[in-house]
């Protein structure tokens, strides 16, 4: 220990000394193997586990977290260092593994992953031209293409790279705030009328965080009725609108949902469209989710009348399967990002640079420094094409029709949907005890405890991961989601023995 | 070409047969070498340039950044992938290179990209503990230790992770806003008081935009008088707080700084605690670029006082020279992020789990979806120890110190600060054409474009990158900052020859 102490010492110089050099060198190489074996490759293989469950508290006891402090404070050698990355990748849970469909964001994209790779090679953070180049350029080119795709006007508009589609949805109604009250800027919101903002109840709970944290005030986002296939009810939306006037707000923005989260509807954007007309409304498009179906000839009907709205939050790494994160907000109009958020830094956006400052875009952001998320996306766009991306999403769509006709007369498997729009497939699975049951008072309290116990068994044995949530008063059901272009029919398959296998006792 | 596009079409299957895994193994490794050789080594590498300049309109004809679209559509080669990642990296300005000290980030540190490789690798997204085990519980050990660090009471206080240190600042806001005003959350602003917020002229940017986005509006944020060493002046704070209290509006927070953007001045937090204890203020310290100094014996006197603060922004991407981006939110005040943010969406935080639901702790955030960022940083503080850190952040000082001696008594070389507090160092430099001149009318101008011109010559040569700006009423300077452990003395020495060469005949 003592030799290693020495030269762990000596590092303040990193990479300044060949010695440093080298051993940097060697430890990064044999890192670099164990994330290729461990993480990548077995950690996407159908052999291995999604998940090696711990307990929190017995995972703390597992797994060497704590950090050097008091006397001590001593550094960790390599072969301690090369332990913790094993460890850590032997209790991540596998995102990339084609059993992994927990969340809207899944798989590892090999393409997707050497940019990410090449990003972190490169560390930029993007605001300035001078400072990144390459990603400045990037970032216009895919913005611009996926403003094309929406339909948006050619050579005008706007969009920008977001940490989420929530903070994308935050975007939303601050341009929105702009574009009708300019003056919110200086004055804030004191002075004006209470903003209503319009969502479904079925809407992802970030434009209730946004419209929070931007001052709005929950009170202020009215939750729109949706029908029986979870979308918005544009008549209800009326009315809430007339009732919000009549309290005394002014009707900002609309919110439409394009895939949502739990029962992946999307909201009838032509309809919601000429009511926002009517009421001189900002339409925001949430296709945080959905709005991959926009790259294929087959499905982007789905989103029929979305070149009509003022912005979309469109995130990549969903439906598309871009690595995590990487969340677009694209806007019809120009200069409103600008106008919303520039403050004019002279330290960063000096106006007396050399080159056209109109490539420094950094003041459209709230933030300052940022992590570029734009060429992982870039460079599977490049290596798979634009057909390629479709194929994509017309397999994922291929999968869930398979799955779909898969349950349908399977005993004890009900639909929540009979037609899902989406890439979401909502079911109960009933076990065989509590089939023919459904005239009993309990059967619901029953079947809502099902699908958290068969979840727990399937997390502890790490054979697959799939989710469950209640709906506006139903029982616990799950919801497979499919945004992996690892999986196949047989996964489909997999899907539905195993959950029979987990829950037939219960 | 036919072969391939064959290939690429039966694609949508990524992971799932055995030739398709080969494949993308083979460029997978390929593009690594070429990594590793070309972005982190070479990249790093005194003997390289800094960057390889082209303007924007150039830059657009050399790299082939357009996205495949129309009837073709078709998928780039293999060789062509690897072409394209070579040139991004050659086109990219390589941030890890030890002549970069162009903005408040530097350097490659290998433990760092280690750790940022894993994380895309394993691809997580931390929200519940479900999904993000390892990260969830390495946030809190970091968070608590960065808290201790601090010196916050035990066993009290919160913290997140958050995409830059902006965001953080209006974590600041939105928490303190909730803490004095809990009816925020449904009400939003209106009906409250016009809420005034109190930072100096020379905090961070992030301050107003993060006021305006929160809608309390630009002018809502008051800007405190800087001393001569650019600290903020307590006095004037008085001032302006009676000033905004006698024009209606309530004095909120305060946002001391430490480590001002360009001077690098620390706000004397001592007497800050006592204004905003009189004026019943949540005292904020924004100490996302000075903050590391606290893991330095010999330098955290710099931010004495801040244990007494309400909540700290501190982002080890900066100082510490972790990979962007990292930074965190921490405050004294249990239960206030939750308090202002949670919405207790019931799809993803459900509260019939099987595991202590406490560790899903991603209501706390207004994002949803979220990169991990706490990996790079945990692992070289693994790696180094705190005494590493320690080293290292003394190691920084040090060369200031250097540089400072160095250009002292240089004809031509003038200090904007005479003590500089940070690793900030700010010079004119005044080529032989200007010396002896100040009285003159045309002094000033003449020397405001002196920086702007060595810097269109350094960044056209690639020799090295620094950054200059005005500041109140000042001719443009240059502002020397260190953060990454790679730079030497003889660095130092660097610096001064090579603004000489450019400059001397300007």
Redo the contacts between chains.
């Keep these: 220990m003592g030799h290693l102490k020495q030269q762990?010492?000596s590092?303040?110089?990193?990479?300044?000394t060949a010695p440093d050099r080298q051993r940097?060198?060697a430890?990064?190489?044999k890192?670099?193997d164990v994330?290729?074996e461990e993480?990548?490759?077995a950690?996407?293989s159908r052999d291995g586990k999604v998940?090696e469950?711990?307990?929190?508290e017995e995972?703390?006891k597992t797994?060497d977290?704590?950090?050097?402090?008091g006397d001590g404070?001593?550094?960790?050698d390599d072969a301690?260092?090369l332990r913790?990355?094993r460890d850590?990748?032997k209790?991540?849970?596998?995102?990339?593994h084609?059993y992994f469909i927990?969340?809207?964001?899944s798989?590892?994209?090999?393409?997707g992953?050497?940019g990410?790779?090449?990003t972190?090679?490169?560390?930029?953070?993007v605001y300035t031209?001078?400072?990144?180049?390459?990603?400045?350029?990037?970032e216009e080119?895919?913005l611009q293409?996926m403003r094309?795709i929406v339909g948006f006007p050619v050579d005008q508009g706007d969009g920008i790279f977001c940490?989420?589609?929530?903070?994308a949805n935050?975007y939303a109604i601050?341009c929105a705030r702009y574009h009708y009250f300019p003056e919110?800027?200086?004055?804030?919101?004191?002075g004006?009328p209470?903003?209503a903002v319009f969502t479904s109840e079925d809407a992802?709970?970030?434009v209730?965080?946004?419209?929070?944290?931007?001052?709005?005030?929950?009170?202020?986002v009215y939750m729109v009725r949706t029908d029986a296939r979870g979308r918005m009810d544009a008549a209800h939306l009326d009315e809430l609108v007339t009732k919000a006037r009549e309290s005394g707000a002014h009707p900002l923005l609309v919110s439409a949902t394009a895939g949502t989260?739990?029962l992946g509807a999307y909201d009838p954007i032509e309809p919601l469209t000429a009511a926002c007309r009517r009421h001189n409304m900002w339409l925001h498009v949430d296709a945080a989710w959905g709005g991959g179906a926009l790259m294929s000839r087959r499905r982007r009907h789905l989103l029929r009348g979305v070149h009509l709205a003022d912005s979309v939050t469109w995130n990549p790494?969903k439906l598309l399967a871009a690595?995590?994160?990487c969340?677009t907000f694209l806007t019809r109009h120009t200069g409103v990002l600008g106008g919303?958020?520039s403050?004019k830094?002279?330290?960063?956006f000096?106006p007396?640079?050399?080159?056209?400052t109109r490539?420094d875009t950094g003041d459209k952001h709230?933030?300052?420094?940022?992590?570029a998320d734009v060429?992982k996306f870039?460079?599977m766009?490049?290596?798979?094409?634009?057909?390629?991306l479709e194929?994509?999403i017309?397999?994922l769509f291929d999968n869930v029709t398979y799955f779909k006709e898969a349950i349908r007369c399977r005993p004890g498997w009900e639909l929540v949907l009979r037609e899902p729009e989406c890439t979401n497939v909502c079911f109960w699975y009933v076990p065989p005890s509590l089939r023919g049951q459904q005239d009993q008072a309990d059967y619901n309290d029953r079947l809502h405890?099902v699908a958290?116990k068969i979840?727990?068994r399937m997390?502890k044995e790490g054979s697959m991961?799939v989710?469950?949530?209640?709906?506006r008063g139903l029982p616990?059901f799950f919801?497979l989601v499919l945004q992996s272009?690892?999986t196949?029919v047989e996964d489909m398959d997999h899907f539905i023995c195993e959950i029979e296998r987990l829950g037939c006792d219960l």
Tied chains: 1, 2.
């Excluded at 590092?11 to 300044?16: G, H, I, L, M, Q």
Aim: proline fraction near 6%; hydrophobic fraction near 35%; include cysteine.
């Design positions: 762990r010492e590092e303040d110089s990193w990479y300044a940097h060198e430890l990064l190489r890192a670099l994330i290729l993480a990548v490759f950690g996407t998940c469950w711990r307990d929190p995972l703390r797994l977290l704590s950090l050097p402090h404070k001593e550094p960790a301690t260092l913790l990355v850590t990748i209790y991540s849970v596998k995102t990339g084609p927990n969340q809207l964001y798989g590892l994209d090999p393409y992953l050497v990410q790779w090449l972190d090679a490169l560390n930029p953070s031209y001078e400072v990144s180049p390459v990603f400045t350029l990037m080119a895919v293409e094309n940490p989420g589609g929530s903070m935050g601050s919110v800027k200086t004055k804030g919101m004191h004006l209470r903003l992802h709970y970030s209730l965080k946004m419209a929070t944290l931007l001052g709005l005030g929950g009170d202020s989260t739990v790494h690595p995590q994160q969340s919303a958020h403050a830094a002279t330290y960063l000096q007396d640079k050399f080159y056209d490539y709230v933030q300052c420094g940022r992590r060429l870039w460079f766009w490049k290596a798979k094409g634009t057909l390629g194929k994509h017309d397999h405890k958290p979840k727990e997390m991961m989710t469950y949530q209640p709906l616990n919801r272009s690892a196949t």
